[in-house]
């Protein structure tokens, strides 16, 4: 088992800054690809951002490029996710997940194996 608890969300006005982090405790942290996701109201979940067990490689969905990056510590078993230039439509509840998987960037959902309880992020316009 592995156990996901994300920190960091708030309210920030357009254009503004947040961290959010991603503590990891159980299993060996570096075996697991790390991803986060978004859910905003009515809306399904969606692909934010992934992250290569070493940290050498990441992938993001288009609507953040360039405004958000990932990047991990595997030494102290957390994952974070700057959040750069947010927009009002960045708002949503973020889940940091972890994929035991053969894959470098697990993009889909089903491919994470551990999730966390989410953190809300409100950018105000």
């Known amino acids: 088992q592995v156990q996901l608890a994300e920190s960091g969300g708030g309210l920030v006005q357009a254009g503004g800054s947040l961290r959010l982090s991603c503590a990891a405790s159980g299993r060996t942290f570096s075996n697991y690809a790390m991803g986060w996701f978004r859910q905003a109201p009515g809306k399904e979940r969606e692909f934010v951002a992934a992250?290569?067990?070493?940290?050498?490689?990441?992938y993001y969905a288009d609507s953040v490029k360039g405004r958000f990056t990932n990047s991990r510590d595997n030494a102290k078993n957390t994952v974070y996710l700057q959040m750069n230039s947010l927009k009002p439509e960045d708002t949503a509840v973020y889940y940091c997940?972890?994929?035991?998987?053969?894959?470098?960037?697990?993009?889909?959902?089903?491919?994470?194996?551990?999730w966390g309880q989410g953190t809300q992020v409100t950018v105000s316009s």
């Open positions: 992250i290569s067990r070493s940290g050498g490689s990441t």
């Open positions: 997940a972890a994929a035991y998987s053969g894959l470098l960037l697990p993009i889909i959902e089903g491919r994470y194996d551990y």
